[in-house]
């Protein structure tokens, strides 16, 4: 399943602003981010990627 979003990914930051989006969304909905898959877009002109996604434990202390 796929969904258009109406953000622009048009530079470093803006990627992982809506990685970030995508997590906390997902997160809320109680949905399992953490583990490895496979996108391969149905566009002969855009290569796959093996995306691996870990949670991380904060250090509160550290603030």
Do not use: C
């Not at 803006?14 to 906390?24: D, G, N, Q, W």
């Not at 997902?26 to 093996?50: C, K, L, M, T």
């Amino acid at each position: 399943m796929t969904s258009k979003r109406n953000n622009r990914i048009t530079s470093a930051d803006s990627f992982i602003t809506a990685i970030e989006s995508i997590l906390v969304e997902a997160y809320r909905h109680d949905i399992d981010v953490e583990g490895g898959w496979f996108i391969q877009p149905n566009i002969d002109s855009v290569p796959g990627w093996d995306v691996e996604i870990w949670l991380v434990q904060r250090d509160d202390s550290e603030n």
